[in-house]
């Protein structure tokens, strides 16, 4: 009897000093990363405008000249350095503008549901708070494929031209598999686990956050290493559904100019099983072609070589559609009445 009482006070040892250990683990983790995020904040700033949008602001970066506007939108997660190999070029020839949305990048939170048509009502109000000139050339890349759709459904008189980089389907969850659909939902959970470790550091720690790309690394660290980011991408994910339902009814872009580009279907996408890939792209393809009906004035380009991300794969052939599409509407323009 007594043994055993002398082993269970040995083991309360233990544990005591293993739950304090982890507590003063815990508690490092807190300071290093209060310092860490203090750091990046002071060393990087954002590139463009933050602009009040009545209780919270959101960041616009512009450069170039000219009409129309090109208006860039990222996917789920995303905010403009997504762009970065596109819109310099871009901005040589026409005005060329990225943002991030409300929680992203350098962008606030918003008190508002993450759904397309409230990201297009946001941008809408930015542009106009920022004074940027209409008519607008939308770009839309994954999610923000959906985004854009709605903001030309909602304003279609300010919208004169739409390239969608691998956009996103309404419903398209509805067209894959079981299997492809529960290797979605594990992304995502891992992503919960990031928003619950930033406190303590340890998705900076272990590289979950702020490594691509390279070359901007300081600043994705700014952005990316934060709670309210891994938070941002859940709201997003979770009302990609109800983002399906809203666009369900707009089924035309008239003849309005659009591109559809698309990843290699050849590709592999590092980190994913092939034969997950190939299930995604024998649904993704269809898809991608049902898009190019939705104008009478439309061409579908695959970027070969590419994956999802086009706009870093390919950024030549963003920059291309991106340069018809906005000679198209000054083809357009110059011939409209005064």
Known sequence: MRSNRHWLRWVGYIAGGLLTLLFLLACVGFIYEQIEESRDQHLNHPPGLLVDMGGYRMHLYCIG??????????GLGDYWLSWYKVQPQSSRYTHVCSYDRAGLGWSDPSLQPRTSKVFAQELHALLHQASIPEPYV?????LGGINVRMFASLYPSEVVGMILVDSAYPHQEQRFSARV??????????LDLHALTM????PRLVGWCGTDPPEFRSVVRAVECRKRYFRSIHDEWVNFDEDGSQLRAVVSLGNMPLVVLSHDPEKLMPGIPSDVVREVNEVWEPMQEELAHLSSNSSRVIAKGSTHYI???RPDVVIEAIRDVV???RVTQAGSPP
């Open 65 to 74: 000249q000219g009409s129309p506007t090109v208006v860039l939108d990222s």
């Open 138 to 142: 939308l770009v839309g890349h994954s």
């Open 327 to 329: 000679d198209q509407c």
């Open 199 to 202: 406190p303590i550091g340890i």
């Open 181 to 190: 659909n529960k290797f979605n939902a594990g992304f995502y959970r891992e």
């Open 311 to 313: 706009q870093i794969d």
